[in-house]
């Protein structure tokens, strides 16, 4: 049985279910199953496409985000490449069971990934002109000669200047489309994935004009149907993909995390000097990012990263460079600054709702080197801004430019396959439980390694019933065997 995997980057659960006008959409929901998908701590692409692929939280896989520490010093922060995964994922079962997989931007992606079929990079991709993207590297200058310079992303997607960035990303995904409609045509496969990346632009350049809660939403706003009228293109790009396959494969939709509003920024290391957690030497006359800031590390407890939630880092003895936290009170300084980042509040002076996790709470296993808390303010309502120099602890602008929507911790999926024995809305799947999920379905082994459940085992479809014959004999054979 083979497997198609439509993965919708930061795809909406209210979006996708609550449009009747997706009818393509709406015939999968029919055919199967559909519900909020749980994402990870932190909900963020990279690395929750992996954890979903390798059912392996973020613990396991020592990835924590786009960047990670690659040793205890004060910048060493590097960017996550493809390499970094080293888990067995989903299209590494196929393989060892002899099927042969595409794999079209599934993040991250770059170095291409040597998998058995084709695989095409993803949008941390530096340049698809001047450097192979796919493996095979032939597959490069095919995929060219189909739609010219192959778009992995939109260049410079946080603009003000709406008009362009939406035919850019409308661009962008009809040359996806174009090239993962070739693949699905002119490729040998059993197993095949993409992730397309335009929902998740479209989101965070669209959504206050889409979202009347949105702090910034203005009523009339040119762009309000913009994010609507994007996931209706899809939808008629997803029924042109459905009519490449055959009854006899497995279908599934799914988003790595959801949206949500952005109420605006918590300026996290401005907070942390305002404390007296993070010490500098000299304050900033202009907002400067971390790095250049000049920090006093002899006298510095923590400092934090900015990006969609934050990830905080204690200065201890013996670990970092200039540690200041004797080992034997890490524990204790790590409570109390959690429970002062439970305590932060909005402008208004009301609780912010602040949620913080302690990394070896929350993962099965800790490799590599973990933030000692993650911060989701405002419970993802707010941003984290890592600058210092700001004039007040919360701000409304992005310090990466305009930024309308923040990852919510709940995407969403869908599932249709044949004789499938799950129908309607269902409760309580985790993105961990998708592999394990697709695998039993499709009748292949599930790795030891996958942490995740099969949602199905054990759920007869109705088609596999006992008929009253053979029911009979049973039941005759059970009587005389005692059992009834």
Do not use: M, P
């Given at each position: 049985m083979k497997i198609l995997i439509i993965g919708l980057d930061c795809a909406a659960p209210e979006?996708?279910?609550?449009?009747?006008?997706?009818?393509n959409i709406r015939r999968l929901m029919e055919m199967g199953c559909y519900g909020r998908l749980e994402s990870i701590v932190p909900p963020i692409t990279v690395p929750a496409w992996m954890c979903m692929a390798t059912s392996q939280d973020p613990g396991l896989l020592?990835?924590?985000?786009?960047?990670?520490?690659?040793?205890?010093?004060?910048?060493?922060?590097?960017?996550?490449?493809?390499?970094?995964?080293?888990?067995?994922?989903?299209?590494d079962q196929i393989a060892r069971e002899g099927k042969k997989s595409v794999l079209v931007g599934v993040p991250p992606a770059y170095p291409p990934r040597k998998i058995n079929g084709v695989s095409v990079g993803c949008f941390m991709t530096p340049d698809t002109n001047e450097t192979v993207f796919t493996h095979p590297p032939e597959m490069s200058e095919e995929i060219r000669r189909i739609v010219g310079k192959y778009p992995v992303d939109v260049s410079g997607f946080r603009t003000d200047n709406k008009d362009w960035l939406k035919d850019q990303i409308y661009e962008m995904s009809r040359k996806h489309f174009k090239v993962i409609r070739h693949l699905m045509k002119e490729c040998e496969w059993d197993f095949f994935q993409f992730v397309e990346i335009g929902t998740d632009r479209m989101h965070h350049g669209f959504w206050k004009a889409h979202d009347p809660q949105h702090v910034l939403h203005k009523s009339g706003d040119p762009h309000q149907n913009t994010i609507v009228e994007y996931y209706r293109y899809l939808d008629e790009e997803i029924g042109s993909l459905l009519e490449l396959i055959d009854e006899d494969t497995v279908v599934l939709v799914a988003s790595?995390?959801?949206?949500?509003?952005?109420?605006?920024?918590?300026?996290?290391?401005?907070?942390l000097v305002k404390e007296g957690l993070l010490v500098l030497n000299n304050y900033p006359d202009k907002v400067t990012p971390l790095a250049e800031l000049d920090v006093n590390w002899q006298k510095t407890t923590c400092w934090s990263e900015g990006g969609y939630y934050a990830r905080l880092f204690l200065n201890v003895k013996g670990r970092e460079p200039n540690g200041t936290i004797e080992p034997k009170d890490c524990l204790k300084v790590r409570d109390e600054i959690k429970a002062r980042f439970e305590a932060t509040k909005d402008p208004d002076g009301k609780p912010l709702g602040t949620l913080v996790f302690k990394p070896e709470e929350i993962y099965r296993k800790i490799r590599g080197i973990p933030p000692d808390l993650i911060v989701h303010f405002g419970g993802l309502y707010w941003r984290s801004i890592g600058g210092v120099g700001y004039p007040t602890i919360h701000v409304r602008e992005n310090d990466t430019g305009p930024d309308d929507c923040n990852h919510a911790q709940f995407g969403a999926f869908i599932l249709a396959a044949p004789n499938f024995p799950l129908a309607g809305e269902i409760e309580g799947v985790h993105m961990l439980d998708i592999s394990p999920t697709l695998l039993d379905i499709a009748g292949y082994d599930m790795p030891d390694s996958m942490i995740g459940?099969?949602?199905?085992?054990?759920?007869?479809?109705?088609?596999?019933?006992?008929?009253?014959?053979?029911?009979?004999?049973?039941?005759?054979?059970?009587?005389?065997?005692?059992?009834?």
């Open positions: 979006l996708l279910f609550g449009d009747d006008s997706l009818v020592g990835v924590y985000g786009f960047r990670n520490r690659s040793d205890y010093g004060y910048s060493s922060l590097k960017i996550v490449n493809s390499k970094a995964i080293r888990e067995l994922a989903i299209w790595d995390h959801g949206a949500q509003r952005l109420d605006g920024g918590f300026c996290v290391n401005e907070w459940r099969s949602w199905v085992s054990g759920v007869s479809n109705t088609s596999e019933e006992l008929s009253e014959d053979q029911e009979a004999i049973v039941r005759e054979r059970l009587r005389g065997l005692g059992y009834i």
